[in-house]
């Protein structure tokens, strides 16, 4: 099989310049983020809480699964100098086999975890989520060919469309009484649309052919790759399987609303935020101080925007939940308002640090870095699961202190960074945020305020938090902003 640099087509440059690409991606996430958090008010007066825990459970092994689905090699795909068509068809056919294999181990598994979880809908509900895991697999090596010619507008696009129609079905289900149905066909849905927006969009065609030997790099890389990925699953779904276990489906269904809006901050903008981080740090990779003054603008930044809104959310929480999704979800309003400084330290300091650390080339740092901290907030989060649901929550943010801590201490081995400087682009915005939730506290009175007027109040005080940063820390925002032109 000849080897040529692209497929039929695809030598034409983008058209568009890496920033606008960046820029869009970031836009289809916040989408996202936005439109997921829109139809919780229609979706969770419909639902049971114990069905949000259901839904939780399924996806554990889902998300795990997802994480094997490409199994790396999609991302070494896109690392070869040239195209080779014998490779590429290779890996797909490989990768193929893979899904349908998790497929097969899920459908395996469904009625075990259904057992070992005592609810018997979840062999269901899991069975109908195993053809997941092998969409994503058939459509990894499309995905990487329309990465490989950097047409991520159109990827955008396409998350924003298959959102926007799996949104849309999830409602109307909520509404036509489906339960946690709704749920499910969202996630098919929403995986239909992408595979067949993958395969129309790529001009990558498989042949019927297969080498073993072309492989052999490529799996090399998909090892690393993979232990890592599994390692931030299990660290990232231990809170949901301990809660399960140890302490039921309705106190795992408040866990599961609260985790839809503490993953946000990573998701919306931390996450996509950390790709045009990455590209100036591996520009800077020469000049170590160069790469602690991008970092540590990227913390300043994302500080000053997270901290104050989320904050105030957290304070403000039990209003707004009620409001926002019904009386039930009262709840959620401590075990939110408990994890949140965790995942906003994490989301605000780790995020960037690990671009970082790949743009210096030390990926085993990385790597040590997840390990440590699987290792360590496992226990934090069993230990809590067998005292309560906010036992958790509380968990989430201990464990943070410490993981951010030693995720410092790992990046001074490698640049002269200091720990000062770290925390002092977040003093301020989380000083005026403790300041107005102090003032939103003592002004709190059930008896004569109407909900809507306290969240009211609430963002007002978020509005003059945000004012103050701003005007007190002007100077240093606009050079953290001038570093990313």
């Not at 309705?250 to 045009?276: D, E, K, N």
């Amino acid at each position: 099989m000849s080897q040529t640099s692209v497929p039929s087509g695809s030598g034409e440059p983008p058209r568009r310049g890496f920033f606008v690409n960046v820029g869009s991606l970031v836009f289809a996430r916040g989408f996202l983020a936005l439109s997921q958090v829109l139809i919780l008010p229609v979706v969770a007066r419909h639902l049971a809480v114990e069905e949000f825990a259901l839904m939780a459970l399924a996806m554990s092994v889902v998300i795990f699964a997802s994480v094997l689905s490409d199994a790396g090699l999609g991302r070494s795909l896109i690392r070869a100098k040239g195209f080779d068509q014998l490779e590429w068809s290779s890996v797909f056919w490989l990768l193929v086999v893979i899904g349908v294999l998790l497929c097969g181990a899920i459908l395996l598994l469904a009625p075990i975890w259904a057992w070992y979880f005592g609810e018997p809908r979840l062999w269901a509900v899991l069975s109908a989520l195993a053809v997941v895991p092998l969409m994503q697999s058939i459509c990894a090596v499309p995905n990487a060919e329309i990465e490989r010619r950097e047409h991520y507008t159109a990827i955008a696009r396409l998350q924003m469309v298959a959102a926007g129609v799996g949104l849309v079905c999830a409602m109307g289900l909520a509404l036509a009484n489906a339960g946690v149905w709704a749920l499910v066909a969202q996630q098919v849905i929403v995986a239909v649309i992408r595979l067949c927006g993958m395969l129309y969009l790529s001009e990558f065609r498989p042949d019927r052919t297969f080498s073993r030997h072309r492989l052999t790099g490529h799996l090399r890389f998909a090892r690393d790759t993979i232990s890592t990925s599994i390692i931030g699953a299990l660290q990232n779904e231990a809170g949901t399987l301990a809660v399960g276990k140890f302490l039921g489906p309705t106190p795992l269904g408040v866990f599961a609303m609260s985790q839809r809006f503490t993953r946000l901050p990573q998701f919306g903008l931390a996450g996509p935020m950390s790709a045009v981080v990455y590209v100036r740090m591996a520009k800077a990779q020469d000049s170590l101080e160069r790469l602690v003054a991008i970092y540590l603008a990227s913390c300043r930044l994302l500080a000053a925007v997270l901290i104050p809104a989320l904050a105030m959310i957290a304070v403000a929480g039990r209003e707004i939940f009620v409001v926002f999704l019904s009386e039930t979800w009262a709840p959620v309003a401590p075990v939110f308002a408990l994890s949140l400084p965790g995942i906003l330290l994490e989301a605000v300091t780790v995020t960037c640090l690990v671009a970082m650390f790949r743009a210096v080339g030390r990926t085993d740092i990385q790597v040590r870095l997840i390990v440590e901290g699987a290792l360590l907030k496992i226990p934090f989060v069993i230990a809590g699961a067998l005292i309560s649901i906010e036992a958790v929550a509380a968990s989430y943010t201990l464990w943070a202190l410490v993981y951010v801590w030693r995720g410092w201490a790992l990046a001074r081995k490698l640049v002269p960074l200091r720990v000062s400087e770290c925390l002092g682009g977040l003093v301020l915005p989380t000083a005026l945020s403790a300041v107005a939730g102090l003032i939103y506290v003592a002004a709190w009175d059930t008896s004569s305020v109407d909900p809507v007027w306290r969240i009211a109040e609430a963002i007002g005080l978020t509005c003059l938090v945000y004012a103050g940063v701003v005007a007190l820390d002007l100077g240093r925002l606009r050079a953290a902003v001038q570093l990313f032109r």
